[in-house]
């Protein structure tokens, strides 16, 4: 099943020009402006917003130490190792389960939904929708290994968060 959902949303061998340069943007570009976003609203934010930022810091760092220890304990291919599919964004044969991708940004969207900041989890639950589709669209992750890091980084975010909650002051 997970190979039959995946080969309905790669973009196949002829993807639309404009939808592969969109998947694109988000798999490469967006990351790095959310990074950048992030920076700039720790520098330049208030006290709240650099605690929330503290809080995705520290739960991301844990999530890739969780992700590393999952693919280096219970490794799984990535589709183009399996000859399943197109590639369109060139990668590394690494773990394909968790994904990164999906596992941090779903750190930021749960982190700010969990402190009812809806604004901005909503617009980081809209970037993990994109950036997830476009992991799949590009060839480089089966469906599972998106949920999978969806899931862990919404764990690791809640954990996080109920651990710092009282010691960073946050209401909640």
């Known amino acids: 099943m997970n190979e039959s959902v995946f080969l309905l949303i790669n973009a196949g061998s002829v993807p639309n020009p404009l939808v592969l340069n969109i ?5 490469k570009i967006l990351p790095y402006l959310v990074m950048a976003a992030s920076a700039l609203a720790f520098i330049f934010g208030g006290r709240q917003q650099r ?5 995705i810091a520290i739960a991301a ?6 992700s590393w220890l999952i693919g ?9 190792i399996d000859s399943v599919g197109e590639l369109w964004l ?7 389960f968790p994904s990164n991708h999906a ?9 700010y939904l969990i402190f009812r900041q809806w ?6 639950l809209v970037l993990a929708l994109g950036i997830s589709w476009s992991r799949v669209y590009l060839g480089v992750h089966y469906p599972l290994d ?17 651990l710092l909650r009282p010691v960073l002051n946050l209401p909640g």
């Not at 760092?61 to 969780?66: T, Y």
Request: hydrophobic letters at 60%.
């Open 72 to 80: 280096y304990f219970a490794y799984s291919p990535r589709p183009f």
């Open 103 to 111: 596992l941090f940004i779903s750190i930021f969207a749960a982190t």
């Open 119 to 124: 604004l901005l989890g909503g617009l980081f």
């Open 146 to 162: 998106i949920v999978g890091g969806v899931v862990l980084g919404v764990l690791v975010a809640l954990c996080v968060a109920a």
């Open 61 to 66: 760092s844990g999530a890739a130490l969780l």
């Open 51 to 55: 605690r929330y930022l503290l809080i």
């Open 90 to 96: 060139a990668h590394r044969d690494t773990a394909s």
């Open 23 to 27: 998947a694109l943007f988000f798999s």
